[in-house]
């Protein structure tokens, strides 16, 4: 059994604890190294745990991650891969996993919370990003993906390669010993293990909704392409693990497990998860390769995103037809062409319409309740609003 590390109980902060990206991966390096320091792999051989921290020169993450490229291909990797952990967990934005403190913050109060309340908040964070990184590295290798993050795909990596199947599943139990490490004695304990298992069950399912909707290669079917199956991905794929987690997260850390609040919240963050993902969909047709990370191949690989779900709401049949003998194929031109119609249909205008009245409706859905403090939502809205990456 894991030994529990025990943190101070009850001790406040003699100086405000300020929330900044910093301070957050301080928290995430006492992690990495309790992980693979721990207990049970201790009789691990070395080279496995050097796999997951040490291996090649011992670097910080890149820089790359936090300050995106500004050229469209990513930097040539080191001979020997670096380190699994640094390389694939705290390279993003991490709005996920910082906005567990913020929750219980705006229910506490921040200058009312202990320094074993802020490190735990921001030890579950870090099992957040932790998942992310799963689903990430097993999404790259499904969708066949090149970069991520400015960088190589970890699977793209020299000496890598399927490795990374291995790895993908190591990321997700590693989340499991942080929560047995640091939340073993605490009453949240099993409400945390079941909702971290629920929202991964979930969005596997939309993961795998995400799969079977994209049609056989040479085969496109527009029927495919609706609404109310897009809504149904986008659900399952995106919006729980993104927002309802990290809320549900601190609502239990900060013993706001009430039904009613926990019922309230999810409906909140289903509908912001819902709105963040047509951002990324429109980021993947129109937004900036050097600022996303990434080259968007939304249109190449088929997929069942609003841009197309809402083109063929409009489109006329001459319209449709451009799309259907295009859409999915692999070919600039092609894209091109999908990307001409979408030009044609103004959907850039189409977004920031939905963008405006998606804000104004969840602002005022946020406003008029009172159960939780409005904090809870209103920050993870402001980190999105108007976004480019």
């Keep these: 059994m894991a030994t529990a590390v025990v943190e101070p109980a009850t001790k406040k902060a003699k100086t405000p604890y300020a929330h900044t990206r910093e301070a957050f991966l301080k928290v995430y390096n006492t992690l990495r190294d309790e992980v693979v320091d721990d207990a049970l792999l201790k009789g691990q051989p070395a080279d496995a745990q050097a796999w997951m921290r040490e291996h090649g020169p011992r670097t910080n993450p890149p820089a790359n991650q936090t300050a995106r490229t500004s050229k469209l291909s990513a930097p040539s990797p080191p001979l020997a891969p670096p380190p699994m952990l640094d390389y694939n967990v705290p390279g993003g934005k991490l709005n996920r996993g910082m906005a567990v403190y913020d929750v219980i913050a705006a229910i506490k109060g921040k200058d009312n919370l202990s320094l074993d309340e802020v490190f735990k908040a921001n030890a579950l964070g870090w099992c957040i990003e932790l998942l992310q990184a799963f689903f990430l590295v097993a999404d790259d290798i499904m969708d066949g993906s090149i970069t991520r993050r400015g960088q190589p795909c970890w699977y793209k990596v020299p000496k890598v390669g399927m490795i990374a199947c291995n790895d993908y599943i190591l990321l997700e139990c590693a989340l499991y010993r942080v929560l047995r490490l640091h939340f073993a004695d605490h009453g949240s304990y099993a409400p945390l293990l079941d909702l971290f298992h629920e929202v991964t069950y979930q969005t596997a399912h939309g993961q795998l909704l995400d799969l079977t909707t994209a049609p056989p290669a040479g085969a496109i079917d527009l029927a495919r392409f609706t609404k109310d199956a897009y809504m149904r991905i986008i659900t399952y794929k995106t919006a729980f693990y993104t927002f309802w987690l990290p809320v549900a997260c601190g609502l239990l850390l900060a013993g706001e497990a009430r039904p009613e609040a926990l019922d309230l919240a999810r409906g909140i963050c289903v509908d912001i998860g819902q709105y ?27 997929k069942c995103c609003w841009m197309v779900c809402t083109a063929l709401e409009e489109a006329s049949d001459e319209q449709k037809e451009v799309i259907k003998a295009n859409y ?20 850039a205008a189409r977004f920031e319409e939905y963008e405006a009245a998606s804000y104004s409706r969840l602002s005022k859905l946020i406003e008029e309740q009172d159960l939780l403090p409005a904090g809870v939502f209103t920050n993870l809205l402001a980190k999105i609003y108007k976004r480019k990456k």
Excluded: H
């Design 276 to 302: 963040f993902q047509i951002q990324d969909d429109y980021l993947d047709c129109y937004g900036d390769p050097s600022v996303i990370g990434k080259v968007g191949t939304d249109i190449e690989d088929a």
């Design 328 to 347: 999915g194929l692999k070919d600039p031109a092609a894209v091109a062409r999908v990307k001409a119609v979408y030009g044609e249909l103004g959907m």
